[in-house]
């Protein structure tokens, strides 16, 4: 029988040498650094997306119109362009 209490979740070990390292997914440098690259250019792409479709959306209703919602379009400007940015980085790193 287990000896946890119900709802305790189970603990890794972490190993004694570092080097052993069968058990961390991303600790193998070559496979984990395209893993996690990929993994960054989904979610950054993913992102990209969701702030045009709010773009789009603030047009579509007309708030792009007037000051009362400039600081947010600027922000959402700004954002896109990191986003972006990030994106071409991580994929120039991955060898794209």
């Given at each position: 029988m287990d000896s946890r209490r119900a709802g305790t979740p189970?603990?890794?070990p972490r190993p004694v040498?570092?080097?052993e390292n069968a058990i961390y997914p991303y600790t193998l440098v070559m496979v984990e650094e395209d893993t996690v690259l990929e993994e960054a250019?989904?979610?950054l792409k993913g992102a990209?997306?969701?702030i045009r479709a709010t773009q789009s959306l603030m047009r579509s209703q007309g708030m792009t119109d007037g000051d009362d919602y400039r600081d947010l379009l600027t922000?959402?400007?700004?954002?896109?362009?990191m986003?972006?940015?990030a994106y071409l980085e991580a994929r120039c790193r991955r060898g794209l």
């Open positions: 189970r603990r890794i040498n570092p080097r250019m989904d979610n990209g997306q969701r922000r959402l400007s700004t954002a896109l362009a986003t972006e940015a």
